[in-house]
């Protein structure tokens, strides 16, 4: 039966209601389906659940603040939250206010797209030490995220390095060398932007265990880092040795990539005393193998080893660690090498922190709801918006196809089932007019300060504001 045979036949049969679609996770993935099922099959009924009080996910609380053109996207989502037929409930947490099997009892399918919110971890000596800090839990703390709004970040020192080279890596980087007066135009929390009015930091590492030409952060984060007034970007020439040979036969992204570091190495290189410079420096051919500590457990620095790349055809070389070792000292490191998820419900099987699944479908139980997943969460935290886009559309489809196939007659309950569960556990769900209160009430704290929005950091703040 095809996606609009479908749709009539849901909308005039009196035999059967619309099928009941729950998604868990308000963030990209989550909304990115809704938007695909509700503009293919009109007779459908969605709920999406969400830990938080409040939608978006990782567009609210991992999107730096100063891209808020990337965040024009919350438009889009807001327009499909706004449809009689889906609904937002925020403040419900998956195996503590309801168990999955029971969302797989209630629903004809349910779809897991609560992304990646825990980091990996190094798993070398004195990972624990003062003022080694997750990247995740820094970005959550400048973006509002509730439980990370109290980090101790100490920004006293002169040197912060940040292990990993992605785009999370470069967002940290320039955060920390951002102009406060920039930063004061965007959404930044206040407690982030009072602190960093504060720093004495002057340089940042970023601190990568393969070369130039293995980069994982993309051009447009380079550029703006290369762009920011006061601060000077150096680069270490011996990393660069023959690069500009291979350039020619790179793809393109890598190429125009690979051709800006070196544009850059070629501009002024000089280290001055100006008190208002600050530096950039990324570090390629480097692995860390300790924290550096004092008696404290205070870091005091890191203990690299060198590397190098072997192979003989560019995209098969391995990186293998030398016997050189190197020392840089430094007063905070960032560790940001990726994000992994959460075993959310004891139901579900995590393979190096990613739900098995075959193209977006977990399994199939007998007289249970079909159980999907999507984003981060079934594919691992890899790729831009775009990509968690194109693999929430794919995995969207497979359940439309799904759905027009199957011989159901869509008779299960959906929420009005799920709210009496939810409710013994949690009194304080929060629908979309709640979070709308909320988004007002961030936005009128921001036109005082000059700022877009002042985010509300406290979840009993939230559903305070979304209940009044």
């Not at 005039?12 to 729950?22: D, L």
């Not at 709920?47 to 891209?67: M, N, Q, T, W």
């Not at 190094?122 to 030490?129: K, Q, W, Y």
């Not at 055809?313 to 992994?340: H, M, W």
């Amino acid at each position: 039966m095809t996606y609009k045979l479908l749709k009539r036949a849901l909308s005039t049969s009196t035999y059967r209601s619309r099928p009941q679609v729950c998604i868990v996770g308000a963030g990209p993935a989550g909304f990115y389906a809704a938007m695909h099922l509700t503009k293919k099959l009109e007779s459908v009924n969605i709920d999406i659940l969400e830990k938080l009080p409040v939608p978006f996910g990782l567009i609210r609380y991992g999107v730096a603040p100063d891209h808020p053109e990337v965040k024009n996207v919350i438009n889009q989502f807001t327009k499909v939250a706004q449809q009689p037929n889906v609904n937002f409930y925020g403040n419900i947490t998956l195996g503590k206010d309801v168990h999955l099997h029971q969302l797989r009892q209630h629903y004809d399918a349910v779809l897991l797209s609560y992304g990646a919110e825990e980091d990996k971890t190094l798993g070398i000596e004195n990972e624990d030490a003062t003022n080694v800090i997750a990247a995740r839990r820094f970005v959550g703390w400048y973006n509002g995220l509730p439980w990370d709004k109290d980090l101790k970040v100490d920004l006293s020192g002169r040197t912060a390095v940040i292990l990993g080279q992605g785009n999370v890596a470069l967002d940290v980087a320039r955060i920390l060398l951002m102009p406060i007066d920039e930063l004061k135009k965007t959404d930044i929390t206040e407690h982030a932007l009072s602190a960093l009015s504060e720093s004495k930091l002057k340089e940042v590492y970023l601190v990568g265990r393969r070369g130039p030409l293995q980069v994982a952060f993309t051009i447009k984060e380079l550029r703006e880092q290369l762009k920011l007034k006061n601060c000077r970007t150096i680069w270490n020439e011996k990393d660069f040795v023959n690069v500009d040979k291979l350039v020619p036969d790179l793809p393109r992204p890598r190429k125009r990539l690979t051709e800006l570091m070196l544009k850059s190495l070629n501009e002024n290189q000089t280290i001055t005393d100006n008190d208002q410079t600050k530096y950039f420096k990324p570090v390629f051919f480097r692995s860390p193998n300790k924290f550096l500590v004092d008696q404290n457990n205070q870091l005091t620095g890191i203990e690299l080893t060198c590397t190098k790349l072997v192979g003989d055809k560019l995209e098969e070389q391995r990186c293998v660690p030398t016997e050189e070792r190197d020392i840089l000292n430094c007063d905070l490191a960032f560790r940001s090498i990726g994000y992994k998820s959460i075993q959310a419900d004891k139901d579900l099987i995590l393979n190096h922190g990613v739900v098995e699944n075959n193209k977006g479908i977990v399994e199939d139980s007998a007289g249970l709801g079909k159980l999907y997943v999507a984003g981060w969460l079934g594919t691992g935290p890899v790729g831009v918006i775009l990509h968690t886009m194109g693999n929430a559309f794919q995995v969207a489809k497979i359940m439309l196809d799904n759905l027009s196939n199957t011989d159901n007659n869509y008779n299960k309950s959906g929420f009005t089932e799920i709210k009496k569960i939810i409710s013994e556990n949690n009194g304080n769900v929060i629908d979309w007019g709640g979070w709308e209160k909320i988004d007002r009430f961030e936005k009128e704290q921001g036109k005082v300060k000059g700022k877009p929005r002042e985010k509300v950091c406290s979840v009993e703040k939230m559903i305070e504001i979304a209940n009044n």
